[in-house]
């Protein structure tokens, strides 16, 4: 009583906001410690894939979501473990990353722990790394986590590691690892894929860029500021439900090719930006979202079969 009616509840640290420091860091760890290699865990998955599926879950903001807050604690309570380290200070150029790694699965942090044994700088304490029984179970749970469990299943997979299958699809990481790349995406496009119970890799890709391709086009580059909000739109909003994540996945089959005829087209971008421009709304709702966006999606239609009867003629 006294822990949710007089005391604020303290939500775990999360490395949500530190992931541009966190691959940085990575790069100079695999730079220093394993010549180079950036599939520690031997899982043919490199890890700065995975290290993109584990931010999506960092930054997720439903508070129902196990592995959310099971990704969070680990790496709250492992960066505390990491703190009291005699060998904290020398690897001071890690402390965002290492604890991060620790928690990823266990033939990760054996191999990290080699890594640093081999290079004189040990690590003795014991470290968490995350498991799921199902979608709704995920360890560690942290001393105030709301999240109740139900019916697990019997046997534990690791989310973060090639066989296992984080966003519960039934499909693994590693299936859908390999239609990503089958397909010519990028970590992020896999992180997409293994994070949407709506997704398995075999379509829904966005652009190497991380943007959308009509988007890209009516802007003029996938670095626009305002694809920025988008990309919020479709990894918060969208993909988190089952009718949103259909929209992502149609989406990106059908408009590359309209993409490629809106950036010839300057009347065209300049209406693309138009049917944006409410969907950039701070808050804009995902009923608004899918409705304008959907505007977008009847143009790319409306392209690909006026092309195809001039092809025809």
């Known amino acids: 009583y006294a822990s949710k009616k007089i005391i604020p509840i303290i939500p775990p640290d999360t490395p949500c906001g530190e992931f541009a420091t966190v691959k940085s860091e990575f790069s100079a760890f695999v730079a220093e410690y394993s010549g180079g290699s950036t599939d520690l865990d031997g899982d ?20 129902a979501d196990a592995l959310t807050f099971a990704t969070n604690t680990a790496y709250d309570d492992n960066r505390e473990v990491f703190g009291l380290e005699a060998s904290a200070p020398a690897l001071s150029a890690y402390t965002r990353v290492l604890p991060v790694l620790l928690s990823m699965n266990v033939a990760m942090q054996d191999a990290v722990l080699d890594l640093l044994s081999l290079a004189a700088t040990p690590l003795s304490g014991t470290y968490e790394t995350v498991a799921c029984t199902d979608t709704d179970a995920c360890t560690p749970i942290f001393v105030e986590d709301p999240v109740t469990t139900r019916g697990a299943a019997p046997t534990p997979y690791e989310p973060y590691f090639a066989s296992g299958d984080a966003d519960g699809d039934g499909v693994s990481n590693l299936t859908e690892y390999e239609n990503v790349v089958a397909m010519g995406g990028d970590d992020y496009d896999f992180a997409v894929a293994a994070a949407s119970t709506q997704l398995d890799g075999t379509g829904g890709l966005n652009t190497s860029s991380g943007g959308c391709f009509i988007a890209t086009a009516a802007y003029g580059t996938p670095m626009a500021a305002q694809l920025d909000r988008l990309r919020n739109l479709r990894d918060e909003t969208l993909l988190d439900s089952p009718v949103g994540a259909a929209f992502v996945d149609t989406y990106y089959r059908l408009s590359p090719p309209a993409a490629a005829w809106i950036a010839e087209r300057p009347a065209m971008r300049a209406a693309a930006r138009v049917l944006l421009a409410p969907v950039l709304i701070r808050n804009a709702g995902v009923t608004a979202a899918l409705s304008l966006c959907g505007g977008l999606l009847l143009l790319a239609v409306a392209m690909r079969r006026t092309t195809g009867a001039v092809q025809r003629k």
């Open 44 to 63: 043919t998955i490199p890890d700065s894939a995975m290290l993109e599926l584990l931010s999506l879950y960092s930054c997720r903001s439903n508070e």
